[in-house]
C-alpha cells in the first residue's frame, strides 16, 4: 500500500497553531478555483489572490472554493487568515495523518475525512486527507493531490443549479462526502476481486507468494479500518447535531449518508474476517500437503522394510547357506521380494492408504 510520508517528527517543539506541511508533495503548485452558484446560475474562475474569496462571499448563494495541494504553506497561511480560521484549524489541515474527525468553531466547522484511490499498479491503494470548512455560506475543501475526486460534483452544479442552488452550503458539504464515501465502493470492489482470487489459489496450490499476497492484504484492511471507522462518529455527530449550519433537511441526506457508512465498515470487518480465516486455510493446507509428503514416505519406506530384511540375510555370505548352492535361488529370492512389495500395495489399497 502506498502511504504519504508523515513527518511530525519536525514539528517538535513548535508552538501549537504552527502551520507545517508534513505530507508528500502531490502537485506541481497550489491551485484555488472558486465555484460560485445560486438557483439561477453558476459560475467558476480560478483564484490568483485570495483576497477574491472574500468578495463572493458576500454575495447571495454558496461559495465553494477548492484549494489542490498543501505544499504552499504561505499562501494557505494567507488564504486562512483572509477566512477567519482559526491557526490550529489551518495547522491540523497541513497535517496531513488526521484521523476523519468533525470539530465545531461556531462560525464554522471542520471537517476531516480519508479520500481512497488506485495507485499506477492498479492493486496500491493511496490515501489522501481531505479538509472540509464549512460556514454559512460557503465551502472550502483542501486537498492533497489533483485526484479529480470532486469532478462529478463540479459538473452536478454547471450543469443543473437550479436544483442544487436551492439548498445551502451544508448540502454541498454532504455532496463532497457522499462522493467520497461513494468512492470507497470502487476501492472495495477491487479488494473484493483480489480476496476471491486469492482464495482460489489458496485452494488449489498455495505458495510463499500467496502468502505475501495475503500479509499484505491484511495489512491494507487494518489501514482501511483506520481510516474509515472514525468516519462514522463524524458522520452521526453531524446529524445529530445542533450546529445552526447544518439544517433540519440536510440532517436526512446525512442518515442516509450515515447508512452508507456502515455499509463500508461492515464490508472492511467481513473481508478482515475472510484473510483471518484465508490464513488458517494457508496453514492447514501445507500440514496437508505435508502429510501427504509424510505417507508417501512412509508407505516407501514400510514397503522397503521387508525387502531390506531378505536382502541383509542373503548378504551375510555364511559357508553353509543351504540357497547359496540353489540354481533357482536368485530368481527365487526375486520373485519373493516381488510377492511380498505387491501384497502390501495391494493390502495398502484396500485400506485406502494410497
Not at 184 to 204: C, H, K, M, V
Not at 293 to 310: H, Q, R
Request: hydrophobic share 40%; glycine share 8%.
Amino acid at each position: 500500500m502506498v502511504r504519504p510520508t508523515q513527518k511530525r517528527s519536525r514539528k517538535a517543539g513548535l508552538p501549537p497553531g504552527t502551520p507545517m506541511y508534513i505530507g508528500e508533495r502531490k502537485s506541481e503548485t497550489t491551485r484555488l478555483t472558486l465555484l460560485h452558484y445560486d438557483e439561477h446560475q453558476a459560475v467558476e474562475k480560478p483564484i490568483e489572490a485570495v483576497e477574491e474569496c472574500q468578495s463572493f462571499r458576500e454575495q447571495p448563494g454558496v461559495t465553494w472554493i477548492n484549494v489542490t495541494g498543501l505544499h504552499e504553506v504561505e499562501r494557505l497561511t494567507q488564504l486562512g487568515n483572509t477566512l477567519g480560521l482559526h491557526p490550529l484549524v489551518l495547522e491540523d489541515i497541513l497535517s496531513t495523518d488526521q484521523r476523519p474527525k468533525s470539530e465545531d468553531y461556531g462560525e464554522y466547522l471542520y471537517i476531516v475525512l480519508k479520500a481512497l484511490g488506485h495507485g499506477d499498479a492498479g492493486n496500491e491503494i493511496t490515501s489522501e486527507q481531505i479538509s472540509l470548512i464549512l460556514g454559512r455560506n460557503f465551502v472550502v475543501s483542501f486537498l492533497e493531490g489533483d485526484s479529480g475526486i470532486f469532478n462529478v460534483v463540479k459538473e452536478r452544479i454547471l450543469k443543473n443549479p437550479a436544483r442544487i442552488g436551492k439548498l445551502g452550503a451544508d448540502y454541498l458539504a454532504y455532496a463532497l462526502m457522499d462522493t467520497t464515501v461513494d468512492n470507497y465502493f470502487t476501492i472495495f470492489e477491487n479488494l473484493g476481486d483480489r480476496i476471491e482470487a486469492l482464495q482460489e489459489s489458496l485452494i488449489a496450490r498455495p505458495a510463499p507468494e500467496t502468502l505475501r499476497t495475503l500479509n499484505n492484504l491484511k495489512r491494507e484492511m487494518l489501514y482501511l479500518r483506520k481510516s474509515v471507522w472514525p468516519l462514522r462518529e463524524v458522520v452521526s455527530g453531524l446529524q445529530r447535531g445542533d450546529s445552526p449550519l447544518i439544517q433540519k433537511a440536510t440532517g436526512l441526506y446525512l442518515r442516509d449518508l450515515y447508512d452508507h457508512t456502515i455499509h463500508v465498515i461492515d464490508t472492511i470487518e467481513t473481508y478482515r474476517d475472510m484473510l483471518s480465516g484465508m490464513l488458517d486455510i494457508y496453514l492447514s493446507s501445507l500440514s496437508i500437503r505435508l502429510n501427504e509428503v509424510m505417507k508417501v514416505l512412509t508407505i516407501i519406506a514400510t514397503i522397503f522394510m521387508p525387502l531390506s530384511f531378505i536382502v541383509g540375510v542373503y548378504g551375510m555370505n555364511f559357508h553353509y547357506m543351504p540357497e547359496l548352492g540353489w540354481h533357482w535361488g536368485y530368481p527365487a529370492v526375486l520373485l519373493a521380494m516381488a510377492t511380498i512389495a505387491g501384497g502390501m500395495m495391494l493390502y495398502f489399497r484396500r485400506r485406502k492408504w494410497i
